[in-house]
């Protein structure tokens, strides 16, 4: 089953201005990941962030893990053309720490 | 240097059919998976090896048998294609299987008609 649930489903926003997403998860975790992925193409790692942080930067990017609320969010600034694509949150396997739990994505369209 | 790579990128073929996908990985890692993401863009893993050694089986159907040769090869058969396996089939890898980070590969698009 699902453990992770992104937030907006889609999103589109213009050239230049921030994206916000956000990944609710149910069960005590010990890191989270955010990977993209481009139309047609595999996931790409973006992200890491380990239950002990509150925040985590990266170029643009910007990652915050609240673990009281079981949610994390991922923050886009200055967003470009090439941002355009599913950003997904994954959540290691309550079952097994062998696997991640991906979550259900946020299209992101960045219009020129 | 492609460090995740899948044959063949597109597989289009006829219901009933078997067809294998191949994965190969040049990272060193230690284990590899299958996904599986369907129309709707939900990514449920099926398989894990880890140094050749089956670790995960999600409840995939029996048509489907993973076979890891060596720790850097991963393949997927498929018995007895059907309409519902229309998907993109992903293959990652990761150093330990200790849920790190995964390095994906481009992605097999099946289409059985």
Redesign the interface.
């Known amino acids: 089953s699902?453990q992770g649930e992104e937030d907006p489903q889609a999103l589109s926003i213009q050239e230049g201005e921030n994206a916000t997403m956000n990944c609710s998860y149910k069960t005590s975790i010990?890191?989270l990941?955010w990977y993209r992925?481009n139309s047609?193409?595999?996931?790409?790692?973006l992200i890491?962030i380990r239950s002990n942080e509150r925040e985590k930067h990266s170029g643009r990017l910007r990652v915050t893990l609240d673990t009281s609320k079981k949610s994390s969010s991922l923050l886009i600034t200055a967003s470009r053309a090439a941002d355009t694509a599913?950003y997904?949150c994954a959540t290691?396997?309550r079952s097994?720490?062998?696997?991640?739990?991906?979550g259900?994505?946020t299209?992101l369209s960045i219009r020129p | 240097d492609t460090a995740?790579s899948q044959t063949p990128k597109y597989l289009v073929t006829q219901m009933g059919n078997d067809k294998s996908i191949k994965c190969e990985q040049n990272l060193g890692h230690d284990?590899m998976?299958w996904y599986k993401q369907d129309s709707?863009?939900?990514?449920?893993?099926m398989f894990?090896y880890?140094n050749k050694e089956l670790?995960?089986n999600e409840t995939v159907p029996n048509r489907f048998s993973p076979k890891s040769p060596d720790k850097a090869h991963l393949n997927l058969h498929i018995n007895s294609l059907e309409l519902g396996d229309s998907a993109v089939y992903?293959c990652?890898s990761s150093p330990s299987?200790?849920?790190?980070?995964?390095?994906?590969?481009?992605?097999t698009r099946l289409l059985v008609l």
């Not at chain 2, 709707?40 to 893993?45: P, V």
């Open positions: 699902q010990n890191n990941q992925q047609g193409r595999g996931l790409v790692h890491l599913s997904f290691p396997g097994s720490a062998s696997k991640i739990i991906f259900s994505g299209r | 995740v284990t998976y709707k863009k939900f990514l449920k893993i894990s880890n670790i995960i992903f990652a299987g200790q849920g790190e980070t995964q390095y994906f590969g481009p992605g």
